[in-house]
Nanobody, 114 residues
């Protein structure tokens, strides 16, 4: 599956952004979709996941602030990010786990200024 991420940008601390990840085929049939991020000089880390059945899971550092959702008609997964902090800065990637076959989008840069 091919993934196209978008929606990154520059925002002040406390602000919001919504990222989008458009898949090349039905997301319901994909085992899980996820958002990862990579801050400068750090390893890529998992932010949020959503299974094909719609179950969600979040990293502790975004719980209560970020929400993963989807539009199955558009084959798109979203990451709504609220109350952004400077430490949320990084490149955000969407990922598909298609029953062992993993795909990555190209990444979208989020910069949160203090």
């Amino acid at each position: 599956v091919q993934l196209q991420a978008s929606g990154g940008g520059l925002v002040q601390a406390g602000g919001s952004l919504r990222l989008s990840c458009a898949a090349s085929r039905s997301i319901v049939s994909i085992n899980s979709l996820a958002w990862y991020r990579q801050a400068p000089g750090k390893q890529r880390e998992l932010v949020a996941t959503m299974t094909g059945s719609g179950d969600t899971n979040y990293a502790d550092f975004v719980k209560g602030r970020f929400t993963i959702s989807r539009d199955t008609a558009k084959n798109t997964v979203y990451l709504q990010m609220n109350s952004l902090k400077p430490e949320d800065t990084g490149v955000y990637y969407c990922n598909a786990d298609d029953y062992g076959l993993r795909s990555w989008g190209q990444g979208t840069l989020v910069t949160v200024s203090s």
